[in-house]
């Protein structure tokens, strides 16, 4: 019975580390990068003419959200079937225990 209630809850500590999302791992702000240019690094020469820069791409909150849903969806399913493997494996543990107990 103990080992049963080990692989218990060795299975639901892996199935909460899976479902942890990464984003609460980030203990702290990220700070930025500072970066210095001094005027001596400066090539002497003709100056380029300055380019615009385009915008990044626009994201919908709609497709993000449609995204989250189906990535949590796919979790939970791994969940499940790890959870069904599981159980599949305690149970031939159990009925292979029986049998070398009967011999």
Same mark, same amino acid.
């Given at each position: 019975?103990? !080992?049963?209630?080990?692989?218990? +809850?060795?299975? +639901? ?12 791992? +980030?203990?702290? #702000? $990220? ?16 100056? #380029? ?5 385009? #915008?990044?791409?626009?994201?919908? #909150?709609?497709?993000?959200? !449609? ?12 969940? +499940?079937?790890? $959870? ?9 543990? !159990? ?9």
């Amino acid at each position: 019975m103990a !080992k049963l209630r080990g692989l218990v +809850l060795v299975g +639901l500590l892996g199935a909460v580390l899976f479902t942890a999302s990464p984003a609460l791992a +980030l203990a702290g #702000p $990220v700070r930025p990068a500072v970066v210095t240019v001094s005027a001596a690094h400066v090539p002497a020469g003709p100056v #380029p003419a300055q380019t615009t820069v385009e #915008p990044g791409p626009v994201l919908d #909150p709609a497709q993000t959200d !449609k995204a989250n849903s189906e990535k949590t969806k796919n979790k939970l399913i791994a969940g +499940l079937l790890a $959870v069904v493997l599981l159980a599949i494996v305690i149970w031939g543990r !159990k009925i292979r225990s029986k049998r070398a107990k009967g011999s």
